[in-house]
């Protein structure tokens, strides 16, 4: 017996021993091989195949098999029945979360000379613009709980989740410290006192989401420690400020990279600045612009992922299933609201009501052109399908330096 005919009796014994139920056998190439004067067909043995449709697959990109395999492993077992109770407690949070926003909203704005029913009215609305981004962030990682703890160590995952805990310690403090908050003069001083039970309630849901988010990152993590976490804070915002070339850039990159630069800027402005400056953000005037800050913190974070998946190629095409599309529709609603609140209060209310924002018109008015682009920004990205964003990166001139732009469906979880 030949040499070449041993290793075709070798071959089918070996794939003779193999149970048929352990492995999806799919032959994914014929190579061709010579021996001497005679040519053997190998069909190479697939690794376990991907599920055709994975919602949280799009926005992400495998494309090695060994990832895939490695997928497939760690979504059997106790990762997945683990990251299904993850995600009921990400659903928790997340609503209490909202219910504890719109209590403080109600608590601070409605409160204030209760017989100006328009103004209250108007400001516990503008507060609640920020009602998409709690979605928008919970959704997004309660579908990623779902897919088991390989898809909850995601760099997207893990910045997310310090961003709500960041958020989360930032709105306990301005509830606890309200007072001394909402203390300094403008027309009077009347600070925002909650209700003893408001501020329990309010500060232990805050608690309890930041312990869920952290915990979460620091099992995502080889090695978690406050350095870590430092070195990864720092090394975004240094990427932030490095924006790319504008004809070499994927789509939508730089306009994420600019938005999430202005809004770490709203942020500083509505904890450090001082008033009337630090009202700009909001318009939310004294009594909230404080603790409007772990909104815009938050969605400075949103920005930043959803810049580095226009990096990547993995921004969605509109599945809703995805983070990345939820973080598009939270930001496109978050801005849009916002700008029709505001729109609103100038066309039925009179500027008097408002002297902190009269002395800083120039900055109310950049801060809307910003949120405009937001939601111009989004409204597009999400218009625009995950063929349509391969074809238009094509006909850009490509750096040689640039990784390959990958792009993928939301319809089937396939590389196009």
């Known amino acids: 017996m030949c040499s070449s005919t041993r290793m075709c009796v070798a071959a089918a014994l070996v794939l003779m021993m193999v149970p048929s139920h352990s492995f999806h056998v799919q032959p994914v190439g014929v190579q061709s091989r010579i021996f001497g004067h005679r040519q053997e067909r190998v069909t190479r043995h697939a690794l376990p195949a991907m599920p055709k449709k994975s919602p949280s697959m799009c926005g992400r990109g495998f494309g090695s098999l060994q990832l895939r395999a490695t997928f497939a492993r760690a979504n059997a077992g106790p990762a997945k029945t683990q990251g299904f109770k993850l995600e009921t407690a990400y659903i928790l949070a997340g609503s209490a979360t909202a219910v504890s926003w719109i209590a403080i909203a109600v608590g601070a704005l409605a409160t204030y000379k209760p017989w100006r029913y328009m103004h209250n009215s108007i400001g516990v ?27 909850l160590r995601g760099p997207d995952c893990r910045r997310l989740n310090l961003g709500l805990a960041a958020a989360s310690i930032w709105s306990a403090i301005t509830v606890i410290f309200a007072p001394a908050f909402t203390s300094a003069l403008v027309r009077t001083v009347d600070p925002v006192i909650y209700p003893l039970p408001l501020v329990i309630g309010v500060v232990l849901t805050h608690i309890g989401t930041a312990v869920l988010c952290l915990s979460t990152w620091r099992k995502s993590v080889i090695s978690p420690s406050p350095s870590r976490m430092l070195s990864g804070v720092l090394g975004s915002q240094w990427r932030v400020t490095s924006s790319d ?26 904890i450090f600045a001082p008033l009337p400056l630090a009202t700009v953000p909001s318009i939310l005037g004294k009594r909230m612009c404080r603790a409007f800050g772990a909104m815009t913190l938050l969605a400075a974070v949103m920005m930043y992922e959803l810049k580095v998946a226009a990096q990547d190629g993995r921004l ?23 700008l029709a609140i505001a729109g609103a209060r100038a066309l039925l209310e009179s500027p008097s009501l408002y002297p902190a924002a009269m002395t800083c018109i120039p900055a109310v008015v950049v801060s809307m052109l910003v949120y405009a682009l937001a939601a111009y920004t989004s409204f597009r990205d999400k218009q625009f399908s995950a063929c349509k964003r391969a074809a238009a990166d094509a006909n850009r001139p490509q750096n040689v330096n640039n990784a390959r732009i990958r792009s993928e469906s939301c319809e089937d979880g396939q590389n196009i």
């Open 125 to 151: 609305l503008q507060a609640l613009t920020a009602l998409p981004l709690i979605w928008a962030c919970f959704s997004g990682l309660s579908a990623a709980a779902r897919e088991g703890w390989l898809r």
């Open 245 to 270: 070339d504008p004809d070499q850039a994927p789509l939508f990159a730089n306009e994420y990279n600019f938005l999430s630069m202005a809004f770490t800027i709203f942020t500083a402005l509505a």
């Open 316 to 338: 969605g095409s509109g599945c809703e299933k995805c983070i990345t599309c939820h973080l598009k529709t939270g930001i496109l609603f978050f801005a849009s609201s916002h």
